[in-house]
């Protein structure tokens, strides 16, 4: 695996994907992002987690921001023979749980690999071959006596489903590149940039499970205006007529007009497409109105906050194999580290 790609450093994202963070328990992602950003300014933590990166002083006050926290699972029931029951954490189709591979988080702190277990094909009638399973009907196997397991599991440890995080030519793929893409481009553009206004580098918390860290944030920082990084769903696949498809891999970053939570003002529209237009960065624009990001929460806290959101499309997204076009997080890169050059002189505040 390459070192760097333009302004990207994936073997960053390969320690970000490969970290567990499931929603509400971003410690272990916390700590590797602070690792990476100590010493670049002001280092701040809040009750709910949120983690602050304050660069810069002055007029405009501008907040960036991409969520920590990844969907997951949480263990409800232990039986006795040591099976483990779970209880799902963010958007999952189930239909992508049986025999995964999954990890968990310990009382104690440390990582536990297990498989998904399901009902056997050869025990299956018929009837039951022809219906998905429901998550209730799923378990979790770590190969454990249930004394073994009482001895590290506990109700409320969480996990996910994973998977290695791999390099495969033009393409990375991985588990929570949604958003540990958005993560990895605020540590580059922290490193990167050299601003003279107050820049707040906003790592949120519990986004998977409404976008609860990010209206904290914003209430905090009340910033004129803020940025919102993501990973978004790539629908140019088989069987996804065009019109259906949110964005598409290979297009570049996508530009967000209107989603489930937000309609983006037209001059922050304008302006993120007029700085990819002038800098030469390929882009595209995010059909509406699919999902729904932190700028959901952030656009309506105090007495409103101008909010855009520039995402890296992403094939199989919400899933443990989520793929990204590695020229599409190169040019999100680019274009974000000229927009935020580019805010003082914008009109936007």
Not at 184 to 200: G, H, P, R, Y
Not at 206 to 212: K, M, N
């Amino acid at each position: 695996m390459g070192e760097r790609l333009g302004g990207i450093n994936l073997h960053l994202l390969k320690k970000l994907s490969e970290e567990i963070g499931v929603s509400g328990h971003e410690d272990l992602v916390r700590n590797l992002i602070r690792s990476e950003i100590d010493g670049l300014g002001e280092i701040e933590q809040d009750s709910i987690g949120n983690l602050y990166l304050k660069v810069g002083e002055g007029h405009p006050r501008v907040m960036i921001s991409a969520h920590m926290d990844e969907i997951g699972f949480m263990v409800k029931h232990i039986d006795k023979k040591g099976f483990i029951r779970i209880e799902l954490v963010g958007g999952w189709d189930p239909r992508v749980f049986p025999s995964q591979r999954a990890i968990l988080i310990d009382k104690n702190g440390e990582k536990l690999e297990g498989v998904v277990g399901s009902k056997p094909p050869h025990i299956q009638s018929r009837k039951e071959m022809e219906k998905a399973f429901k998550i209730s009907e799923l378990f979790l196997d770590i190969g454990m006596s249930k004394e073994e397991v009482l001895e590290r599991i506990e109700i409320g440890c969480t996990g996910t489903l994973y998977s290695e995080f791999r390099d495969i030519g033009d393409f990375v793929v991985g588990k929570a590149l949604d958003d540990r893409v958005g993560v990895l481009l605020l540590i580059e553009l922290a490193k990167a940039i050299d601003v003279d206004f107050e820049t707040n580098f906003v790592f949120t918390v519990q986004e998977e499970v409404g976008l609860r860290g990010a209206g904290v944030a914003a209430y905090r920082i009340n910033p004129d205006i803020a940025l919102v990084v993501e990973a978004t769903a790539a629908g140019d696949l088989p069987g996804v007529r065009e019109e259906e498809s949110p964005t598409s891999i290979g297009l570049g970053p996508a530009i967000t007009i209107m989603d489930k939570r937000i309609i983006v003002s037209s001059e922050i529209f304008s302006f993120l497409k007029r700085v990819a237009e002038e800098n030469n960065i390929d882009y595209q624009i995010k059909k509406p109105a699919y999902g729904g990001t932190d700028a959901g929460r952030i656009h309506i806290t105090r007495s409103g906050i101008p909010s855009g959101i520039v995402s890296v499309p992403t094939r199989y997204i919400h899933s443990p194999n989520q793929l990204v076009y590695k020229k599409d997080l190169e040019r999100t890169f680019e274009l974000l580290k000229f927009s935020l050059e580019e805010i003082p002189s914008s009109g936007l505040y």
